[in-house]
Structures are given as C-alpha cells and as structure tokens.
C-alpha cells in the first residue's frame, strides 16, 4: 500500500509558477514508477511527467520545457515545478505511484490538487 498526499495547487495567473508537491508513505525506493497525471473538465487524465527506472524521466510533449519533475528521497516526496503556465494548464493534477507485483502492477493515486491558470 501507498498513500500519497498532494500540495501546492491554487490559483495563478497566465505565465506565473506553482509548485506541487506529493508525499509517499513508504520509501520511493520501493515504488518503480512515480509522477504526475492531470485531467481537466471534459477531457482524459494525462501522464504530465515522470519518474521512471529510478531517476529517469518522461514529460508530456506540451509540458516539456516549463515543467520540471524532481524527488528528494529523504522525504519519500515527488515535485512537479511548473513555470511559464498557460490556461490549458488548469486541470486537477493527480499524483501517481506505480508498484510492480509478481503478477501485474498496483497503481496508487492522491487526491488530487486543482491548479487554475486564469488572468
């Protein structure tokens, strides 16, 4: 099992900077996959960026160049620094933690956290 809590959404205007955060509550050594999904109203949840195979990353075409994945282990925790954001950044983002099985794969998501990029 994996809880992960989510901070830092809110309200900000077009071209500003938020950062999110997500806490584990096990070490992220153990978790193989860890990042951020979003969805916005009407659309599908997206993979936004991502650790993978330890240290690895993967971003969303749209995202790459503004937004910036990074972990602190000792704090279990996962960021997501987002600059130079745009309207169709507002979405709820979602933190998700991938834990391989003997057979399959668990996922494991937070609460989420709304981020609105409004003038």
């Known amino acids: 099992q994996v809880q992960l809590v989510e901070s830092g959404g809110?309200?900000?205007?077009p071209g500003g900077s938020l950062r999110?955060?997500?806490?584990?509550?096990?070490?992220?050594?153990s978790?193989?996959?860890?990042?951020?999904?979003?969805?916005a109203?009407?659309?599908?949840?997206?993979?936004?960026?991502?650790?993978?195979?330890?240290?690895?990353s993967n971003y969303a075409d749209s995202v790459?160049?503004?937004?910036?994945?990074?972990?602190?282990?000792a704090k279990n925790t996962v960021y997501l620094q987002?600059?130079?954001?745009?309207?169709?950044d507002t979405a709820v983002y979602y933190c998700n933690a991938v834990v391989l099985a003997p057979v399959g794969s668990y996922d494991y998501w937070g609460?989420?956290?709304?981020v609105t990029v409004s003038s």
């Open 10 to 13: 809110g309200l900000v205007q």
């Open 20 to 29: 999110l955060s997500c806490a584990a509550s096990r070490s992220i050594f």
């Open 31 to 39: 978790i193989n996959a860890m990042g951020w999904y979003r969805q």
């Open 41 to 56: 109203p009407g659309k599908e949840r997206e993979l936004v960026a991502q650790f993978t195979s330890g240290s690895t």
């Open 64 to 73: 790459k160049g503004r937004f910036t994945i990074s972990r602190d282990n």
């Open 82 to 88: 987002m600059n130079s954001l745009k309207p169709e």
């Open 111 to 114: 609460q989420g956290t709304q």
